[in-house]
């Protein structure tokens, strides 16, 4: 059974950085992706940040630039590196992985707060 930790989240000032990292209990370069989401109150969750097995990246518009997402096998875990953090990325951050496209396995979340 595949597990998803995530971890790093907290409450930051507008301007300001964090990094996420999501721990996998499994080999990461087994998986096709791995991904980080957001889910904001009220919001549907969206794609926030994608690498695949091949080491290619895709960045939702919002956090172009300003986010960015890598991996180290090594330690069989998932980074987001978030700057320039806007009260609008204010979030549950989950990290998820997929052995397709689609993804089969979700961590339980991280809570990003940034005050304005």
């Known amino acids: 059974q595949v597990q998803l930790v995530e971890s790093g989240g907290g409450l930051v000032q507008a301007g300001g950085s964090l990094r996420l990292s999501c721990a996998a209990s499994?080999?990461?370069?087994?998986?096709?992706?791995m991904d980080w989401y957001r889910q904001a109150p009220g919001k549907q969750r969206e794609l926030v940040a994608r690498i695949t097995r091949d080491g290619s990246t895709n960045y939702a518009d919002s956090v172009k630039g300003r986010f960015t997402i890598s991996r180290d096998g090594a330690k069989n875990s998932v980074y987001l590196q978030m700057n320039s953090l806007e009260p609008e990325d204010t979030a549950i951050y989950f990290c998820?992985?997929?052995?397709?496209?689609?993804?089969?396995?979700w961590g339980q979340g991280t809570q990003v707060t940034v005050s304005s």
């Open positions: 998820a992985a997929g052995f397709t496209r689609d993804d089969d396995y």
């Open positions: 499994g080999r990461i370069f087994s998986f096709y992706v």
